[in-house]
T-cell receptor, first 114, second 108 residues
Framework: DAGVTQTPRHEVAEKGQTIILKCEPV?????LFWYRQTKIQGLELLSY????????DGGAFKDRFKAEMLNSSFSTLKIQPTEPKDSAVYLC????????????FGPGTRLLVL | GDQVEQSPSALSLHEGTGSALRCNFT?????VQWFRKNSRGSLINLFY???GTKENGRLKSAFDSKERYSTLHIRDAQLEDSGTYFC??????????FGSGTRLLVSP
């Protein structure tokens, strides 16, 4: 079975650009999460979808970050405009049984904003 | 499989007192994160540890991957500390396992 896939694996952007990250959850999973990961903070939740509906939208990230779930098997995270402080690993995860069920993560997109 | 046992499931404290929450892991975990879910349902990061201890104000957390546990200590509890606390452990293989949560109620 395919796990969570994310593209691209690496992204380099200049300050002010728009970038779009993509995620395909595990087939059949109803819950999809976008996180930002840093060594200091660990995982920070950006967005949480349940059955394509946005359930949580991380307050600190609302202004320049927008996640969408166009169908049950595809989601995007748009960062617009990018800033150097956005440099981090962006992880997508999915789960079958709700917010606190085991989450399966993709390999992540490493973003560097110059 | 990889599991997390979180205890207690519910905890009542009077203001000014303290206690500890605990997560036991069935396997070796790479790191642990503690969250608090507030009344609006938002997740607040408290700590992220790959080892050792961290302290922030009235909260202190410890993680021992070898002994397979993590703790979250709360001292001098305040009313605004009420909420549900979760631990989440990185099990490796891109998997994160959550504890079942501890509902904390701090009363005057």
């Amino acid at each position: 079975d395919a796990g969570v896939t994310q593209t691209p694996r690496h992204e380099v952007a200049e300050k002010g650009q728009t970038i779009i990250l993509k995620c395909e959850p595990v087939s059949g999973h109803n819950d999809l999460f976008w996180y930002r990961q840093t060594k200091i903070q660990g995982l920070e939740l950006l967005s949480y979808f349940r059955s394509k509906s946005l359930m949580e939208d991380g307050g600190a990230f609302k202004d320049r970050f927008k996640a969408e779930m166009l169908n049950s098997s595809f989601s995007t995270l748009k960062i617009q405009p990018t800033e150097p402080k956005d440099s981090a690993v962006y992880l997508c995860a999915s789960s079958l049984g709700g917010r606190w069920d085991t989450q399966y993560f993709g390999p992540g997109t490493r973003l560097l904003v110059l | 499989g990889d599991q997390v046992e979180q205890s207690p499931s519910a905890l009542s404290l009077h203001e000014g007192t303290g206690s500890a929450l605990r997560c036991n892991f069935t396997t070796t975990m790479r790191a642990v994160q503690w969250f608090r879910k507030n009344s609006r349902g938002s997740l607040i990061n408290l700590f992220y540890l790959a080892s050792g201890t961290k302290e922030n104000g009235r909260l202190k957390s410890a993680f021992d991957s070898k002994e397979r546990y993590s703790t979250l200590h709360i001292r001098d509890a305040q009313l605004e500390d009420s909420g549900t606390y979760f631990c989440a452990a990185e099990a490796g293989g891109y998997k994160v396992v959550f504890g079942s949560g501890t509902r904390l109620l701090v009363s005057p």
